[in-house]
Antibody, heavy 120, light 107 residues
Framework: DVQLLESGGGLVQPGGSLRLSCTASGFTFSSFGMSWVRQAPGKGLEWVSTVSSDGGATYYADSVKGRFTVSRDSSKSTLYLQMNSLRAEDTALYYC?????????????WGQGTLVTVSS | EIVMTQSPATLSVSPGERATLSCRASQSIRSKLAWYQQKPGQAPRLLIYGASTGATDIPPRFSGSGSGTEFTLTISSLQSEDFAVYYCQQYNNWPLTFGGGTKVEIK
């Protein structure tokens, strides 16, 4: 079974940094692009970032561009999100999501999320 | 950026009735549209992709239609487990964008 397990969330002060991880199992991690999608408390879904299967291409939402960096380590089947210069509006549940088998960027599997709270 | 607009924001439906949810794109996305269901405290679940293709293990009462800018998710006969929030997502262009969601609640 496909499993995605996020970790690394927590409470951080504005301007601080955090690194999220997503450990994958049950599929060939190196064959699939992976993404981060977040959900602020009581709000809808917001795509954050995507990295291609080989790590050669990355994409970011304008709201995080220049502050967040997505990466992957296929030897560890792990996706990362380095978050710097955090703001209160970055407070959200962060999900990692697997690209579809069809090669298009809709998401056929999601993790359960890790909560990031930015507050002083 | 392609803006996805869902309507209505809340839909009150009795069990066994039909529910029709709409999603509109600010420009053509061809058929590059997915629908997700999210229940409280759970991650989203893929329902439909390619605007009309059911994902694995999704009951046939869920169906999608549309292309270009106008899309519909229909739940033919609502079951108790279908009361949830539904999101559409376009994957035709970067950035990927989601609609604001439609909450389907019990009438």
């Amino acid at each position: 079974d496909v499993q995605l397990l996020e970790s690394g969330g927590g409470l951080v002060q504005p301007g601080g940094s955090l690194r999220l991880s997503c450990t994958a199992s049950g599929f060939t991690f190196s064959s699939f692009g992976m993404s981060w999608v977040r959900q602020a408390p009581g709000k809808g879904l917001e795509w954050v970032s995507t990295v291609s299967s080989d790590g050669g291409a990355t994409y970011y939402a304008d709201s995080v561009k220049g502050r967040f960096t997505v990466s992957r380590d296929s030897s560890k089947s792990t996706l990362y999100l380095q978050m710097n210069s955090l703001r209160a509006e970055d407070t959200a549940l962060y999900y990692c999501a697997k690209r579809s088998v069809a090669g298009l960027y809709y998401f056929d599997y999601w993790g359960q999320g890790t909560l990031v709270t930015v507050s002083s | 950026e392609i803006v996805m607009t869902q309507s209505p924001a809340t839909l009150s439906v009795s069990p066994g009735e039909r529910a029709t949810l709409s999603c509109r794109a600010s420009q053509s996305i061809r058929s590059k549209l997915a629908w997700y269901q999210q229940k409280p405290g759970q991650a989203p679940r893929l329902l439909i992709y390619g605007a009309s293709t059911g994902a694995t293990d999704i009951p046939p009462r869920f169906s999608g239609s549309g292309s270009g800018t106008e899309f519909t998710l229909t739940i033919s006969s609502l079951q108790s487990e279908d009361f949830a929030v539904y999101y559409c997502q376009q994957y035709n262009n970067w950035p990927l964008t989601f609609g604001g969601g439609t909450k389907v609640e019990i009438k």
